[in-house]
């Protein structure tokens, strides 16, 4: 199942995403803007976080499983109906970002996504920026 985010899952979140701090995480869940997969048997498996960028492009800044529900399609669920939500709002295009040296630039290639740019930042390997567009 997907669903949005609520409060109740801020904790859950926090123990999993080191990425951000509580405040914003609580912000982002209270704004609509993290998507939570389950199962019946697990509940919380995963989840897709994003903001916008220059407050105008709907920006996924983390998509995460659990360990043991990579590859099943879930990830693809969950970034297909946030695309279809995103659509749905009157967006056209959608980002997402994914280090060089990690497996995720594939998932979002087949997804659709192309390459739009890198952000080369010190000591880090290349960030590669994704576009996909939503008509």
């Not at 609580?26 to 609509?32: A, E, N």
């Not at 990690?102 to 920026?129: C, K, M, T, W």
Request: aromatic letters at 10%; glycine letters at 6%; a negative charge.
């Amino acid at each position: 199942m997907i669903r949005l985010a609520v409060i109740d899952d801020l904790d859950f979140l926090l123990e999993h995403d080191q990425h951000i701090q509580r405040e914003l995480m609580k912000c982002k869940i209270l704004d609509s803007q993290v998507y939570i997969a389950t199962t019946e048997a697990d509940g919380i498996v995963g989840w897709l976080r994003y903001g916008l960028f220059w407050d105008e492009i709907p920006f996924m800044n983390m998509l995460y499983f659990l360990e043991q529900h990579r590859r099943k399609g879930l990830g693809r669920q969950v970034v297909k109906q946030w695309e279809e939500d995103m659509r749905q709002l009157g967006y056209h295009m959608v980002l997402t970002s994914t280090q060089s040296n990690e497996d995720g630039q594939h998932f979002y290639r087949r997804l659709g996504y192309v390459d739009s740019g890198v952000l080369l930042l010190p000591n880090e390997p290349a960030e590669i920026i994704l576009q996909k567009d939503l008509a």
